[in-house]
């Protein structure tokens, strides 16, 4: 109902829940889309995602498959709160004259929400691709030490705090922050497609004019939305994890911002390099949303608020 008073603490608590079981649910397919978009055509070590999934397992374990997540599983909560809550706010406020949103209202909350949603998901995502990329450089230095320059320090296995204290060192809070531009470019254009998407297609599987859609049309509407939307905006993710990726082979390219990058990557790779990790991004995003909405509209967040008074009596 567009006059439906929002609580914000649940939504946030919701969003938060949601982003948690989502990605421990998808980490290692996210694991292998940045390693698969930072490979180079002079250090190609993966062929393909299962490829990348199982020389992963044999270097370092099951396990391996996780570099980087208790960075995501601890700012996912904000990041998805902060996303999911945004978007309801916006929805909100663009319909307080009790009208139907219109698409480009839609489109405007979802936009709003990806603006705010980056001032977390920057830090997230630069210390997440150190971590996960770890792994591909130091196989990268087993198997193709060719392609890595002579005595180029690789850290083994980084903790994100050590990344954290080095960044801050050496750039400050901006270094925590390179990649903002790219961040914005995607993820903003991600959410003026994807909630209008989910927000139609859930439409269409309501029961009644006034009732809910089932939660299994929320999460097949919200793994449709997801995967459009990635694929979408993929060539801005492969821009994205290439400037944040701050170790590099021997033979690999460096970008100082987006044009740089833009311009390298069709030189020296051609258009296609854009669409690098676009499937397990779509596979990445789907079950992520899907999981999303679904615990997003169970009201696990409404349901833990109205019990917490009930225990203070």
Do not use: H, W
């Not at 020389?55 to 998805?80: C, H, Q, W």
């Amino acid at each position: 109902m567009a006059d439906k008073q929002i609580s914000l603490p649940a939504k946030l608590i919701n969003g938060g829940i949601a982003g948690i079981v989502g990605v421990t649910c998808v980490f290692p397919i996210d694991l292998a889309k940045t390693r698969l978009q930072n490979q180079q055509n002079g250090s190609r070590l993966y062929t393909s995602m299962s490829d990348c999934l199982i020389k992963t397992i044999r270097s370092d374990g099951y396990f391996g498959m996780y570099r980087g997540a208790a960075v995501n599983l601890t700012l996912v909560t904000p990041e998805k709160a902060i996303k999911l809550a945004a978007n309801d706010f916006f929805r909100q406020y663009l319909s307080r004259d009790g009208q139907k949103l219109t698409l480009f209202k839609e489109m405007l909350a979802g936009c709003g929400a990806g603006t705010c949603q980056v001032v977390i998901t920057t830090p997230m995502e630069m210390l997440k691709i150190q971590l996960q990329d770890a792994g591909r450089l130091e196989a990268q230095r087993k198997l193709m030490p060719e392609t890595v320059a002579p005595g180029a320090a690789v850290m083994k296995s980084p903790t994100a705090m050590q990344i954290t204290r080095e960044l801050l060192r050496s750039k400050g809070i901006a270094g925590l922050y390179k990649g903002l531009g790219a961040t914005i470019l995607r993820d903003v254009p991600f959410s003026i497609i994807y909630f209008p998407l989910f927000a139609n297609l859930n439409e269409l599987g309501k029961r009644g004019a006034e009732g809910p859609a089932p939660f299994y049309v929320s999460f097949l509407a919200g793994c449709m939305a997801g995967s459009t939307a990635a694929v979408a905006v993929n060539p801005v993710d492969v821009i994205k994890t290439r400037i944040q990726s701050l170790n590099r082979g021997g033979q690999e390219d460096t970008y100082s911002g987006v044009t740089d990058c833009i311009r390298k990557i069709l030189r020296t790779e051609g258009p296609g390099a854009f669409l690098k990790g676009a499937y397990c991004r779509a596979l990445v995003i789907a079950p992520l949303f899907g999981i999303a909405q679904v615990m997003y509209f169970l009201g696990v967040g409404e349901a833990i608020l109205s019990f917490l008074p009930q225990r203070e009596k």
